[in-house]
């Protein structure tokens, strides 16, 4: 781990401890955090060093490219990374393409979002922060410590302009596939459902939101499609931030 890459003062916190100690590092999410609802929230992180490892390199070579599935050199290696990135490459350009359709979409349309809307949708979301960090090994004390009226205020306040534009965005979706006729296959929704009731086979889930949220996300793309299928899209190239 590197100094800069991680929540700031974490590894600063944790240097110089040995395999086998124990330590409670407090962390603050960066106000920029990837996922919204976390920016600026406080958290303590119970850390253990199960132990301490170099990285070495290995060669590049025929031996250490048979080791890759389906690889027997170095050039099929290489062929197979540059496949990897052209696809990654494909998968993030059109993220970016959906997002600025829905910041597009969400301009054109002026709608007040009701206040009780509002407070609906960010229990949801605190509710199912707190499932994630139980599904990720947090045991029940620590979630149980987390769940205050301040820490639900702090982030009601840090998540409201995102929920609010998340709300707008689905009606407008919603409105859009309405005017349209986009609809989602019913075999579509059972399919998806499938899948989430296999990996979470082991708890207990609310089948009823589950397949809204499945509805909401699979009406949400045949939107986003019809969008990029009816629209002229320019690709502007990402500038370089000057150092």
Do not use: W
């Not at 060093?49 to 099929?76: E, H, R, W």
């Not at 929920?163 to 349209?180: C, D, M, N, P, Y």
């Amino acid at each position: 781990m590197e100094k800069g890459k991680f929540f700031e003062g974490f590894v600063e916190s944790i240097d110089g401890m040995q395999a086998g100690d124990q330590a409670s590092v407090p962390v603050t999410f960066p106000t920029n955090h990837k996922v919204a609802e976390l920016r600026g929230m406080e958290a303590i992180f119970d850390v253990t060093i199960k132990g301490l490892k170099d990285m070495m390199y290995p060669a590049l070579d025929d031996d250490f490219a048979k080791k890759i599935p389906n690889c027997d050199s170095v050039v099929a290696l290489k062929k197979r990374i540059r496949e990897s990135i052209t696809e990654e490459s494909l998968i993030s350009t059109g993220k970016n393409v959906d997002k600025a359709l829905e910041n597009a979409i969400v301009d054109l349309v002026d709608v007040e979002i009701p206040e009780t809307l509002v407070d609906e949708q960010t229990k949801t979301k605190f509710a199912s922060m707190m499932s994630d960090f139980k599904a990720k090994g947090m045991d029940d004390e620590q979630i149980k410590s987390m769940i205050t009226k301040e820490n639900y205020d702090r982030y009601k306040s840090t998540s409201r302009d995102n929920t609010v534009r998340s709300l707008r965005i689905s009606f407008v979706i919603g409105e859009i596939a309405k005017q349209e006729g986009i609809k989602v296959d019913p075999t579509e929704i059972e399919s998806q459902m499938a899948v989430i009731k296999q990996k979470y086979s082991t708890e207990e889930i609310d089948e009823e939101q589950a397949r809204s949220k499945v509805e909401a996300d699979l009406e949400r793309k045949k939107v986003l499609e019809f969008l990029r299928n009816n629209n002229n899209i320019k690709l502007i190239p990402k500038k370089e931030s000057s150092s």
